[in-house]
Protein backbone atom coordinates (compact mmCIF):
# COMPACT_ATOMS: atom_id res chain seq x y z
CA UNK A 1 0.00 0.00 0.00
CA UNK A 2 2.28 3.37 -1.07
CA UNK A 3 1.36 6.83 -0.43
CA UNK A 4 -1.03 8.83 -2.51
CA UNK A 5 -2.74 12.37 -2.27
CA UNK A 6 -6.27 12.35 -2.15
CA UNK A 7 -9.15 13.61 -4.25
CA UNK A 8 -11.30 16.43 -1.90
CA UNK A 9 -14.32 14.16 -0.45
CA UNK A 10 -12.53 10.40 -0.89
CA UNK A 11 -13.82 8.26 2.40
CA UNK A 12 -10.45 8.30 4.14
CA UNK A 13 -11.79 4.66 5.82
CA UNK A 14 -11.32 0.95 4.19
CA UNK A 15 -14.22 -0.86 3.83
CA UNK A 16 -14.86 -3.10 6.91
CA UNK A 17 -12.63 -1.34 8.65
CA UNK A 18 -13.46 0.77 11.53
CA UNK A 19 -14.88 4.43 10.85
CA UNK A 20 -12.07 6.61 12.68
CA UNK A 21 -14.47 9.42 11.70
CA UNK A 22 -11.97 12.93 13.27
CA UNK A 23 -10.24 13.91 16.33
CA UNK A 24 -12.55 13.69 19.07
CA UNK A 25 -10.69 15.52 21.36
CA UNK A 26 -6.86 16.25 22.87
CA UNK A 27 -6.64 15.79 26.45
CA UNK A 28 -4.46 17.91 28.26
CA UNK A 29 -2.83 17.25 31.71
CA UNK A 30 -3.19 20.27 33.75
CA UNK A 31 -2.15 21.03 37.30
CA UNK A 32 -5.05 23.12 37.66
CA UNK A 33 -8.16 24.17 35.10
CA UNK A 34 -8.71 27.66 36.16
CA UNK A 35 -5.22 28.79 35.69
CA UNK A 36 -4.27 26.50 32.71
CA UNK A 37 -7.86 27.95 30.91
CA UNK A 38 -6.91 31.17 31.08
CA UNK A 39 -4.60 30.51 27.29
CA UNK A 40 -7.52 29.00 26.20
CA UNK A 41 -9.38 31.98 26.93
CA UNK A 42 -7.78 35.26 27.64
CA UNK A 43 -5.36 34.59 24.84
CA UNK A 44 -7.29 32.49 22.45
CA UNK A 45 -10.64 34.32 22.43
CA UNK A 46 -12.10 30.14 22.92
CA UNK A 47 -14.74 29.48 25.51
CA UNK A 48 -14.71 26.57 28.51
CA UNK A 49 -18.17 25.00 27.61
CA UNK A 50 -18.40 23.32 30.66
CA UNK A 51 -16.34 21.46 33.46
CA UNK A 52 -17.61 18.22 34.74
CA UNK A 53 -16.17 15.94 37.28
CA UNK A 54 -15.76 12.60 36.07
CA UNK A 55 -15.25 10.85 39.31
CA UNK A 56 -14.59 6.99 37.36
CA UNK A 57 -11.36 9.06 36.23
CA UNK A 58 -10.66 11.10 39.16
CA UNK A 59 -10.64 13.89 37.16
CA UNK A 60 -12.30 17.30 36.54
CA UNK A 61 -12.33 18.21 32.52
CA UNK A 62 -12.83 21.62 30.82
CA UNK A 63 -13.78 21.18 27.65
CA UNK A 64 -12.98 23.64 25.02
CA UNK A 65 -14.79 23.58 21.77
CA UNK A 66 -12.72 23.63 18.64
CA UNK A 67 -15.55 22.95 15.35
CA UNK A 68 -16.01 19.35 15.60
CA UNK A 69 -12.97 19.15 18.39
CA UNK A 70 -12.18 19.93 21.58
CA UNK A 71 -9.63 20.72 23.95
CA UNK A 72 -10.03 18.59 27.22
CA UNK A 73 -7.99 20.45 30.25
CA UNK A 74 -8.18 17.34 32.90
CA UNK A 75 -6.84 18.43 36.86
CA UNK A 76 -6.40 15.86 38.89
CA UNK A 77 -8.88 15.22 41.85
CA UNK A 78 -6.72 12.57 43.40
CA UNK A 79 -3.46 12.80 43.99
CA UNK A 80 -3.42 8.66 43.19
CA UNK A 81 -5.25 9.42 40.04
CA UNK A 82 -4.11 8.81 36.88
CA UNK A 83 -3.85 12.48 35.74
CA UNK A 84 -1.59 13.26 38.88
CA UNK A 85 0.56 10.03 37.91
CA UNK A 86 0.78 11.48 34.42
CA UNK A 87 2.26 14.98 35.61
CA UNK A 88 4.17 13.39 38.65
CA UNK A 89 6.26 11.77 35.87
CA UNK A 90 6.02 13.42 32.86
CA UNK A 91 4.64 17.09 33.60
CA UNK A 92 1.63 18.53 32.66
CA UNK A 93 1.05 18.53 28.68
CA UNK A 94 -0.68 16.51 25.85
CA UNK A 95 -1.84 13.13 27.93
CA UNK A 96 -3.64 11.49 25.35
CA UNK A 97 -5.33 11.81 21.95
CA UNK A 98 -9.57 10.81 21.36
CA UNK A 99 -10.16 9.47 17.72
CA UNK A 100 -14.05 9.63 17.56
CA UNK A 101 -15.20 6.11 15.95
CA UNK A 102 -18.55 5.32 14.76
CA UNK A 103 -18.75 2.30 16.71
CA UNK A 104 -16.95 1.69 19.99
CA UNK A 105 -17.41 -2.34 20.33
CA UNK A 106 -17.11 -3.09 16.70
CA UNK A 107 -13.93 -0.82 16.84
CA UNK A 108 -12.40 -2.66 19.82
CA UNK A 109 -13.25 -5.79 18.25
CA UNK A 110 -11.14 -5.03 15.19
CA UNK A 111 -8.69 -4.43 17.33
CA UNK A 112 -8.29 -7.38 19.36
CA UNK A 113 -8.92 -9.07 16.22
CA UNK A 114 -5.33 -7.54 14.98
CA UNK A 115 -3.79 -8.18 18.11
CA UNK A 116 -3.63 -5.28 19.18
CA UNK A 117 -2.90 -4.43 23.08
CA UNK A 118 -5.68 -2.64 24.70
CA UNK A 119 -5.92 -1.07 28.57
CA UNK A 120 -9.52 -0.84 28.00
CA UNK A 121 -11.13 -4.35 26.66
CA UNK A 122 -14.58 -3.09 26.97
CA UNK A 123 -15.85 0.23 26.48
CA UNK A 124 -16.24 2.95 29.60
CA UNK A 125 -18.17 5.98 30.45
CA UNK A 126 -16.11 8.85 29.53
CA UNK A 127 -16.41 12.59 30.16
CA UNK A 128 -19.42 14.39 27.98
CA UNK A 129 -21.44 10.57 27.96
CA UNK A 130 -19.36 9.53 25.58
CA UNK A 131 -18.13 5.73 25.79
CA UNK A 132 -14.73 5.40 25.45
CA UNK A 133 -11.82 2.56 25.49
CA UNK A 134 -7.78 3.22 25.89
CA UNK A 135 -5.49 1.60 23.34
CA UNK A 136 -1.97 0.48 24.76
CA UNK A 137 0.83 3.52 23.82
CA UNK A 138 3.33 0.42 23.22
CA UNK A 139 1.12 -0.18 20.24
CA UNK A 140 1.45 4.06 19.26
CA UNK A 141 4.31 4.95 19.32
CA UNK A 142 3.71 6.22 22.67
CA UNK A 143 0.81 8.32 22.03
CA UNK A 144 -1.95 7.22 24.59
CA UNK A 145 -5.14 6.72 22.37
CA UNK A 146 -8.58 7.17 23.47
CA UNK A 147 -11.25 5.65 21.35
CA UNK A 148 -14.74 7.62 21.69
CA UNK A 149 -17.81 7.42 20.53
CA UNK A 150 -20.53 9.68 21.06
CA UNK A 151 -24.30 10.12 20.23
CA UNK A 152 -24.13 13.68 18.55
ZN1 LIG B 1 -10.28 11.78 26.48
Known amino acids: ?19 VKHIDHIGVAVKGIEAAGKFYTDILGLKIAEVENVADQKVNVAFIPITDSEVELL ?7 PVAKYIHARGEGVQHVAFRVENIEE ?18 NGAGGARIAFIHPKETNGVLVELCERDS
Do not use: C, H, N, Y
Open 107 to 124: ALAELKEKGVRLIDQEPR
Open 75 to 81: ESTDPDG
Open 1 to 19: MGWRFLEPGTILWQEEMMK
